[in-house]
């Protein structure tokens, strides 16, 4: 089973001939998942490295049965593509794109409230279930088949959790990248609701970071509705309030945001919370226990 | 990005939010002329992207000309929360009766501008919010449709008596959320918005941050930064697409992702060490990058040792590994110590890379922040 | 029964300190209608021929039950007291104002979308239920209780029609007005629906004119939904195409929207359409035997 | 409300939608000067609020500066549809290699704007329209979102083969949208698009009507009303806040409601009369409303009778009268016969004044106009 992504998923790459989007659709074709169709607007009827590229998205679903968006397009197509991607019926939409205005982001939830497709991104690395599917762009040789969901607001950071589960031989179902916009598709109590209904996945990783209050709400939402085991790391304990660290979303706001109020709440719904990234692997055997 | 409180009374001017005429003035004597041509008593008020001013003694009014003069250079070159002063406001000081809050930001849980109004305006909204939140009213705005009149109207009732002021005070919160919508802001703000002797709203203080992923369709309020305001380093960061801010420690870390980067700072921490700063390289690294994120630290001579944490994905080992060898090779003799750990996509290539350059690269995390803080202790 | 309106209905009275508010406040209230409050933004606290006045459509809804409201502001607040009805809970508006621009109407139906209210007009002579209640400004003194639903686009029309009936004996369920522009709220094919849905009317009078294909439409629905008789009238016969005639509505566009082609819509539906307004009478005796 | 193709053509060029580059003479002689600034060949096309202007002979290719002025001076003052020609458009005439249609309307039935597009653009779209529809690609456009880049793409793709030129038909398209919702536009046509012999886009003519009601928030837009381009009485009548279209008949129609006007029209027709106008006094019908119809209806010679069908609702009886008393009463003696129907609010007080000033009127609509149809054929 595992979540999101699997061997049925059939991924179309927008944005399939610039830089980024050329390489990492090869990078996912190589590690097994089936990339049927690439789609940039004008260069329809070509195909790369055997992938046939359409001009519009509709017609990698109609003709090539594509069911998971992946996009690598331009900042300031991006939040159009979200929405191409939606109304051609892919369920799931992993935006890898960066720097889209938060108020672009806005209206593209507003528009994907309509309808049925759920997005993960923007600014994100993506998703990985070991041995079956990656779509966006994780390494694949870090990961490892198993029963230890991951989900991350941030990228290298979940990179590194993933390889030391890996290299503890500790494998995982399904590893995601929410990314760290303020306005993200997906949040962790929407993550944290599959792997609980997930019976390939036995325990749950959140990795978190300072800015909003997801994690505080993801705590809430564990102690009332999550059976499973979840431990934490929250990384920014000697952020300065005010500052930006690179994401957005990473501000520490008013009164709410900090890793140590983060962390509070956590350890409050029992949850333990690894001190350093390398616990996260004991706390995670503890709990398989 | 933050403009200062005079830019932001500009937008807000051109929205038709009403403003005390002002101008800026960067030395004394101007301040003066300026004075003469509002009329006293005016405001003499720093321009500085930081709150507190008013604690600190950066806003000062003035009953006479020479007291204004006085007042700005005083005020002009103050530092606050470390940032110098530069500029002054100087605009007419009006009568109080009351003073009221306004603001909007986009609220991350409902994904949404929300929009917040208090009568307990001026003093410090922050604490208002901890102590008394039902003295702010707050909407979260359908942006497809955004803030409707009657909305504007049911918000401002709430916080003023009189059905005038409250009407007023509608269409400024109108103009406030379009001005918001149109111009990309990430937060505006009115603090306080009074009520003058004559029944009149004034904006009197006006904050307004934009979000920077918006700035390339905004060009004039890109155009509005204000580089002297800026601390060099993170300017010359940003220029190169880098994320810096600096700390006061001793361990300079060179990190791809914000996530792994506070995680690489923390550990620092957690391991006896004081990182000397936050520095993302991003996705998509290339040689340039580095080179440029070297150039940054190295002007920080608090810095002891040089720590690059690279977990390959978006951003290619072997860039990395290139673009130290290159940096290296340009600044000829770098007498600080380098610590680096290369794991990921193309960390083979980039370990030869750096053999080459007779450097050596580790491959775990906790070893690398290790060697770092032990190197800097020394 | 009746439909939309009955002596359940509370009306408040959007506008009410108005030259045309204040006076049909009054009309509807010595009609019998049941008129709860009044709104005026500034005013709440006064009252207007003992008819309390409110700032807020809610305050009506909360402190005196209004379920129904009457709109009589200028055009260019009249969008927005539409979407404060709905929103305070209303579960009829009714909206006399006329002169709203096109697209405005275009964002206030896309508002109404997401809730429950209906709207009937803007532009319109509102709603009257012989004997129950009045929402609107259509002269009490010329209907009479009966069995005969009419509704309409016009609305000095609509008061001849009903004159006629009345004064031949024939008494009417409910008259609505629909109005006359581009946008409207409710259309033939939804009162239809109700009137066929009403134990209290038996025919149903429609009386239509040029523009638009909302006559066709509600030839096509009446033929495959309606069991109830129903006569019909079009005006605009006479009218030149392409030449404005008052209403934004009656503008006869492309190859649709005559008055000829919606007669022969009607007609083919096996309804009956009287040449003058007077021949009305005469068809709904026929249909009622 | 319409606007010229030459002022809609400047509209869209603010928008970014190419348009040949060109200027309105009302001379022959300024024709000459503006083709010669421009360049032959030229286009010199006739300004006028109706469609079939190049049937008409009202459109015409110059090759000499000579050519240009001649046919100027041949479209100048010529009659189309009843309507003279007092301006031409001068421009560049291009190579045209295919013509294609665009459109917006607001559409009735979706109550949202729908965006056309056809590759059989030029010719006569309404027959396209009536023979072919498949090839008129439509599509509803959510206005809470407005139209979607990819969505104009799809529009655009499925006319022209060439992607470099659907790219650009494309972005025309988002313009064209942007302009017609920003506007207040109740339509906007570019007939034909055509690709010059350089493969680019141009806007050789441009539709652009306004929705009246938006008038009062589109000022710049009100400006351009040609009050010249008018028929007077219509013009007089919308000062006044009435609604008039002249027409051929005898009976002069003052009616309350654009229903019972058209009904009252209908009914003249009927009865072997032919009217003269149609005329909405509207609701809340004033005495100057009353007086201004009667000295409209005066102006029109044809006229025979003058027939009052007023059904009192929001208007009142009362009003009408007193209008029509007062408007008498200035006018001096009156030729004409008037024939009165009264009904409705406040009828009983309109009679009493009407008998004051020795008029009568009758109760039923069919008597009013059986009266007036009869009076008309002395």
């Not at chain 1, 059939?10 to 050329?22: K, L, P």
């Not at chain 2, 003066?32 to 509002?38: F, Q, T």
């Not at chain 2, 700390?247 to 690489?264: E, H, I, S």
């Amino acid at each position: 089973m595992s979540i999101l992504v699997d061997d049925q998923t059939r991924v179309v790459v927008q944005g399939i001939t610039g830089r980024d989007g050329a390489f990492h659709a090869q990078q996912m074709a190589q590690y097994g998942t089936k990339v049927v169709a690439g789609v940039t607007p004008g260069k329809g009827g070509q195909s790369m490295a055997d992938i046939p590229i359409y001009n519009f998205v509709q017609e990698a679903v109609d003709q090539e049965g594509a069911n998971t968006s992946v996009i690598y397009v331009p900042h300031s197509f991006a939040d159009d593509a979200i929405c191409e991607a939606a109304e051609a019926g892919c369920q799931l939409i992993v935006c890898i794109t960066e720097g889209i205005p938060t108020l672009e982001m806005v209206r593209v939830m507003q528009y994907l409230s309509a309808g049925q497709a759920r997005l993960i991104g923007p600014n994100c690395p993506g998703i990985i279930t070991p041995g079956k599917a990656k779509v966006g762009i994780m390494p694949g040789q870090i990961v490892k088949a198993g029963r230890v969901g991951v989900v991350s607001r941030s990228g290298t950071l979940t990179y590194e959790v993933v390889y030391q589960l890996t290299l503890a031989g500790i494998g995982q179902s399904t590893c995601i990248g929410l990314g760290g916009d303020p306005i993200i598709g997906t949040r962790f109590v929407d993550t944290l609701e599959l792997f609980e209904a997930d019976p390939e996945t036995d325990v749950v990783v959140l990795i978190g970071e300072i800015g909003g209050t997801d994690e505080e709400e993801a705590a809430e939402y564990i102690s009332q509705h999550v059976t499973k085991p979840v431990v934490a790391f929250i990384a920014g304990l000697t952020a300065p309030p005010g500052k930006r660290m690179g994401h957005a979303g990473a501000i520490i706001s008013g009164g709410s945001g900090t890793a140590r109020e983060k962390i509070a709440a956590l350890e409050a719904a029992g949850i333990p919370v690894a001190a350093k990234p390398e616990d996260i692997v004991g706390l995670v055997k503890e709990a398989i226990k | 990005m933050k403009v200062h409180e005079y830019q932001a009374k500009d937008i807000f001017a051109k929205y038709g939010i009403p403003v005390p005429q002002g101008r800026v003035a960067q030395s004394p004597g101007v301040a003066r002329e300026l004075a003469a041509g509002i009329g006293c008593p005016v405001m003499v008020k720093a321009q500085v992207h930081v709150g507190g001013r008013g604690k600190a003694g950066g806003i000062k009014m003035a009953k006479t000309l020479g007291e204004a003069e006085k007042l700005a250079g005083k005020i002009l070159g103050m530092r606050i929360k470390g940032l110098q002063v530069r500029k002054v406001l100087i605009y007419r000081a009006l009568e109080i009766k009351s003073e009221a809050y306004m603001g909007i930001v986009v609220d991350r849980h409902s994904q949404v501008p929300m929009v917040m109004v208090s009568a307990a305006g001026g003093v410090d909204i922050e604490e208002v919010a901890r102590e008394t939140p039902e003295k702010i009213h707050r909407l979260a705005v359908d942006p497809l449709f955004g803030l409707l009149p009657f909305q504007a109207r049911e918000l401002t009732f709430s916080i003023y008596e009189d059905p005038g002021i409250a009407a007023q005070a509608a269409k400024i919160l109108m103009q406030l959320y379009r001005a918001f919508w149109e111009c990309d802001a990430s937060l505006m703000e009115i603090n306080p918005l009074i009520v003058s002797d004559q029944n009149k709203l004034w904006a009197l203080d006006a904050k307004f941050n934009v979000d920077d992923n918006a700035l390339y369709r905004q060009p004039k309020i890109a155009e509005m930064r204000d580089l002297q305001a800026e601390i060099p380093e993170e300017l010359m960061a940003r220029g190169k697409g880098l994320s810096y801010v600096k700390l006061d420690g001793t361990v300079g870390c060179v990190v791809n992702g914000a996530g792994l980067a506070m995680g690489t700072m923390d550990l620092i921490k957690q391991r006896g060490g004081e990182p000397a700063n936050f520095l993302d390289i991003g996705g998509s690294s290339s040689p340039e990058k580095v080179t440029a994120a070297m150039h940054i630290l190295l002007r920080d001579t608090n810095v002891k040792v040089i720590l690059f944490n690279i977990f390959g994905g978006i951003t290619r080992c072997d860039d990395v590994a290139n673009g130290l060898v290159t940096a290296l090779g340009e600044m000829g003799k770098v007498d600080l110590p380098i610590v680096i750990r290369l794991t990921g996509t193309a960390s083979r290539e980039g370990r030869e890379i750096l053999k080459k350059a007779n450097l050596l690269a580790v491959d775990s995390m906790a070893e690398v922040v290790e060697k770092a803080v032990q190197m800097a202790k020394v």
